[in-house]
């Protein structure tokens, strides 16, 4: 399980959180998908969707892949991911006291 500051250190450098998946652009334009409760759970894909490497399963793949898909336009993620950035740690916080079984399920 990943303690605290690994979360920070991930939600510090990645481009945005989708349902628990840190998505991070690569230097080779790729995108490194993390899950932040299964954090060995990886998935490397290109822009047009086609998965590269995966060690997630099928469930996972849905979750980041087709339920993840968003049409936002440039100016608008920057907005979402600049909020989050901004109030990542609150939002931790706030859904660590909701939870019986705290931030990532521990």
């Known amino acids: 399980m990943m303690n605290n500051y690994e979360i920070d250190a991930i939600a510090e450098s990645t481009a945005m959180i989708v349902f628990g998946y840190a998505f991070s652009r690569m230097n080779d334009d790729n995108t490194r998908i993390v899950g932040l409760k299964s954090p060995n759970h990886a998935t490397v894909m290109r ?45 931790c916080l706030k859904w660590s006291q909701m939870s019986e079984q705290g931030f990532l399920g521990e």
């Open 47 to 91: 822009s047009n969707g086609e998965i590269l490497e995966t060690n997630m399963d099928d469930v996972e793949i849905e979750i980041v892949i087709v339920r993840g898909q968003v049409a936002l336009k440039d100016k608008e993620l920057r907005i979402i991911c600049e909020f989050i950035k901004d109030n990542y740690k609150k939002m």
